[in-house]
């Protein structure tokens, strides 16, 4: 069966501090992969996507970076933080292909804190 | 553009009672619809989806959901309602016929379910 993790849990850093979230899948090959940030634990929004190693799409500009350095590993980044960048990020999977007709699958998500 | 729209914020139900969440879309094409559940502090699970075929959808803990095209609705709905089942739910649509980030994935604002004893 499929799994996704991500790391760590929860983190706290201070403004301007770099960043770096880790996610991971396990038992699927070639997913699309996605990054979301729930701001005061309602609403979605759709941070980065990959259909594939090194293809990423931003939906939102900002200070933050996303890299798909291998089939199913997708970090999240950034080289300053802010204070808006607090939130919960969550990392999800789908089956690839255009049907669109499959879920996305998230992970337990991060909790970051901008001290 | 596509949209989903959760008018209730929060839905309070007593345990036994039926539960109804409400969920209404907008979409250009035809719709592939989901809805998923969150506990605190955890990630989304998802419970359901409608496709094509039946408008009455079953899917994980006992929770089925109707597709109303007329309506352009999906409301979850569950016949007797758990303490349990307290948590956050979200609804979201894709429409059928993009790809790319127009075809990615449009969610709810969430209705907070809370179940009491």
């Known amino acids: 069966s499929q799994t996704i993790h991500q790391w760590p849990a929860t983190l706290v850093q201070p403004v301007g501090s770099p960043l770096s979230l880790e996610c991971t899948v396990e038992?699927?090959?070639?997913?699309?992969l996605y990054w979301y940030r729930q701001a005061a634990g309602r609403g979605l929004q759709l941070l980065f996507y990959?259909?594939?190693?090194?293809?990423i799409s931003s939906e939102v500009p900002q200070n933050l970076s996303a890299s798909r350095p291998q089939d199913r590993q997708f970090i999240l980044s950034s080289k300053k933080l802010l204070l808006s960048d607090s939130g919960f990020y969550l990392c999800a999977w789908s089956v690839s292909g255009r049907l669109g007709n499959q879920p996305q699958h998230f992970g337990d998500g991060t909790r970051l804190s901008i001290l | 553009a596509q949209s989903v729209a959760q008018p209730e914020d929060q839905v309070n139900v007593a345990e036994g009672n039926p539960l109804t969440v409400k969920c209404t879309y907008s979409?250009?094409?035809?719709?592939?619809l989901f809805w998923y559940v969150q506990y605190p502090n955890r990630g989304l699970q998802f419970l359901l989806k409608y496709i094509t075929g039946d408008n009455l959808v079953k899917g994980s803990y006992g929770f089925e959901a109707e597709f109303n095209k007329s309506q352009t609705s999906f409301h979850l709905k569950k016949p007797s309602a758990l303490v349990s089942d307290s948590a956050l739910y979200f609804c979201a649509v894709r429409d059928a016929n993009y790809g790319g980030s127009q075809g990615n994935l449009i969610f709810g604002k969430g209705t907070k379910l809370s179940v009491k004893p």
């Open positions: 038992g699927t090959s070639n997913p699309n």
């Open positions: 990959s259909v594939g190693i090194g293809q």
């Open positions: 979409v250009s094409g035809n719709p592939y």
